[in-house]
């Protein structure tokens, strides 16, 4: 069985499949005479992906796309698994990198996540696959290399200055994956949130008595009034930040 999470792969094959270009292997050793590179592999992979979904990335569906046979695909990679590594790195190493050195602090922390925030809206699959053993190809190290520099030079040691980057990227996930749900519940249900809410409020209103439950009662009708629903993934996201911002500046205060 593929389990679909990060590094679940023979770990040799993946580093080389990982850093190829800088091995020198720019195609595969074996493989078809007329042959396809790594690369439109990987890029096939990544538009099903995102097309369909990662259920639809299989070797078969893969191959299809590129014109090819299906056991002609295990000539260029091993497997799922080392697959979905190579398209994690992928979309890592196409991220934009604005340079972040002339840049105040707070808004290179913003730029930072906004990056990454893009990157789950184009890929929302990458959202699904646990990465606590993350590919450590050369897409991730730029990435990882490029965002330190938000926290570089603030008076933070190594570990803090890894531990906020880490906070935001946690951070970033967790209201992208809040985000991906909502919409998909909107897309299953054919209705907004707001249509929901309007069409279940009588049926609520039947069981919910607002003199036993008055802070929620009042709170929730603020805060649903304001976002038009019970939850708003954009305003989590940038009162979240803003709070992540806060709590940073007084870290690097001190």
Known sequence: MVVERSSAGDPGR???????????????????RKGLSIDQVVDAAIELADADGLAAVTMRRVAERLGVSTMSMYTY?????????LMLDGIYQRMPREPL?????????????????????LHPWALRVPTSRPPLGPGLITKYEHE???????????????????????????????AAESEAAQRDSATTDEQ?????????AEVFDPAKYPNAARIGAAAGAEHRAAHSPHHAYEFGLGRIIDGLAALIDD
């Not at 929901?196 to 609520?204: K, R």
Request: glycine share 6%; no cysteine; aromatic share 8%.
């Open 101 to 121: 050195v002339d840049l105040p602090w707070r808004e290179r922390v913003v730029e930072v996540a906004a990056r990454n925030r893009e990157l789950y809206r």
């Open 148 to 178: 330190l520099g938000a926290f570089l030079d603030l008076g933070l040691d190594d570990v803090a200055i890894d531990s906020a980057l880490t906070l935001v990227l946690d951070f970033v996930r967790s209201t992208a994956l809040a």
């Open 196 to 204: 929901w809410w309007h069409t279940n409020a009588p049926l609520l």
């Open 14 to 32: 993946t580093l080389e499949l990982l850093w190829r270009h800088e091995l020198g292997e720019r195609s595969p050793q074996r493989g078809p």
């Open 77 to 85: 990679v091993p497997g799922k698994a080392e697959l979905l590594d």
